[in-house]
C-alpha cells in the first residue's frame, strides 16, 4: 500500500519512473510509540465484504492525514481490511518520502477477527526507486507478516520537515481502494497566504476558519485503472493546496509586482465567472515588453521563452529570443489564483 506521496509537494523531483531501479539498504528508522491505538469496532472485525465494493480484495477502512504547517509535520495513519487473498498484498507498505522530509517515526500492527494485535517488530528498509546524479526518489518499506483474509492491516507514521519551508501540498482522497472513511486536515502557517484548489472531486469543499482546513469523506469509490488513459494523479480525486509570497491579495497586486520586478507594462483584464462551491474565472493576461534587460526575464515559473515567430509576437534585437503573449486560466477557493503562465512550446 502506497502511503501519501509527500514528492509531489515540492519542485525539482523526480516523478515515478516505470522501470525503477531498486536499492534496499537497513533504515535508521525505528518503531516508535505513537500512543495507544484506536479500538477496532465488533462490526469491522466481522466484516467480510462491502456491499458498496462488490469483489473487492480489501478497502481502507479509515484514513487519517493531517498537516502542521507551523510545526513542519505530516502525520498519517491507514486501517485496512484485507477480504480476500488477492488483498494480501497490502502487507507490503510503502511511505515515500523526499530528503528535505524526514520519517521520525512508524509503526504498524494487524489485527485478527478475534481482535488479536500483533505490533510490527521487524525491520524497516531504505528503498531507491529511481536515481539520477542529483535527485531521487525514495522509500521506507516494511512487510506485515501473517496476513490473511479477515486481517487487519494498520500503519502510521510522522514526517517533519524545517517549519520555515511553506511546501505545497496535496489531499489524495481517492485510492485503489475503496474508502468507507477518511479525515484530511491540514494547519497553515499564520500570515502566509494559502489557496486551495479541488481536483476531480464535487462532494463538498474544505471546512476553514481561515488557518485550519478540515474535510470528512465518506465511501470513496476506488480509482480504477484503465489502459490508455490519463495518468492516476490526473484522474484522481484530490485538493491541492499551495502558498503564496509575498502575500498578493488579488492576481491585479500580483502583476503589478511582477511587472515593476521585471521592468515590464502589463495590460489586464478580466471576465467570466461559473457557479460553483469552487469559483472559477478566465483570466487574460496580455504581456507587453516595454523594456528588459534579457529575455529570460519573460519565462515567469517556466524558465523558457517561445522561439517559434507568432503574429503575437515582440521583435527584439536580430538572435534574441522573442517573448510571446500568453493566456492563463485561473481556479481558486477565494482569491483568484491558478498554474504558472503558459508560453509557447519553445
Not at 494523479?233 to 499551495?242: G, I
Not at 529575455?295 to 534574441?320: D, Q, V, Y
Request: contains cysteine; neutral net charge.
Amino acid at each position: 500500500m502506497l502511503a501519501n506521496d509527500p514528492s509531489r509537494n515540492r519542485p525539482g523531483l523526480l516523478v515515478w519512473a516505470a522501470l525503477a531501479l531498486i536499492v534496499f539498504s537497513a533504515s535508521g528508522i525505528t518503531v516508535a510509540q505513537q500512543g495507544a491505538w484506536e479500538p477496532v469496532p465488533a462490526d469491522e472485525l466481522a466484516l467480510k465484504d462491502e456491499p458498496k465494493a462488490p469483489g473487492a480484495s480489501a478497502i481502507i477502512l479509515f484514513r487519517s492525514l493531517a498537516i502542521d504547517d507551523k510545526r513542519g509535520t505530516l502525520t498519517e495513519s491507514t486501517r485496512i481490511k484485507v477480504l480476500t487473498d488477492a488483498g494480501k498484498k497490502y502487507a507490503d507498505i510503502a511511505i515515500p518520502t523526499a530528503k528535505w522530509m524526514k520519517v521520525e517515526e512508524v509503526e504498524a500492527r494487524t489485527v485478527g477477527r478475534d481482535g488479536s494485535s500483533v505490533p510490527f517488530s521487524g525491520a524497516i528498509h531504505d528503498v531507491t526507486v529511481a536515481k539520477t546524479r542529483k535527485y531521487g526518489v525514495e522509500m521506507k518499506s516494511l512487510t506485515l507478516p501473517d496476513v490473511g483474509p479477515g486481517t487487519i492491516i494498520e500503519y502510521r507514521y510522522r514526517m517533519h520537515w524545517k517549519a520555515e519551508d511553506l511546501p505545497s501540498h496535496t489531499w489524495d482522497i481517492q485510492s485503489e481502494l475503496f474508502t468507507r472513511r477518511a479525515h484530511f486536515e491540514l494547519a497553515s502557517k499564520p500570515g502566509s497566504p494559502i489557496h486551495w484548489v479541488a481536483r476531480n472531486w464535487q462532494q463538498g469543499p474544505p471546512q476553514s476558519n481561515g488557518t485550519l482546513f478540515t474535510l470528512e469523506v465518506f465511501n470513496v469509490l476506488a480509482l480504477e485503472k484503465e489502459d490508455h488513459t490519463l495518468p492516476e494523479s490526473e484522474l484522481r480525486a484530490a485538493v491541492d493546496f499551495f502558498y503564496t509570497y509575498p502575500p498578493y491579495d488579488t492576481q491585479e497586486s500580483f502583476w503589478s509586482r511582477y511587472a515593476e520586478y521585471y521592468g515590464v507594462e502589463l495590460a489586464i483584464s478580466s471576465s467570466g465567472t461559473t457557479s460553483g462551491y469552487n469559483s472559477s474565472s478566465l483570466v487574460s493576461l496580455l504581456l507587453l515588453i516595454r523594456r528588459r534587460p534579457a529575455c529570460a526575464s519573460c519565462t515567469l515559473a517556466l524558465n523558457r521563452c517561445a522561439r517559434s515567430p507568432s503574429t503575437t509576437s515582440i521583435p527584439r534585437k536580430p538572435g534574441a529570443n522573442t517573448c510571446t503573449r500568453a493566456n492563463m486560466s485561473a481556479t481558486s477557493s477565494s482569491t483568484i489564483t491558478g498554474p504558472p503562465l503558459t508560453l509557447l512550446p519553445s
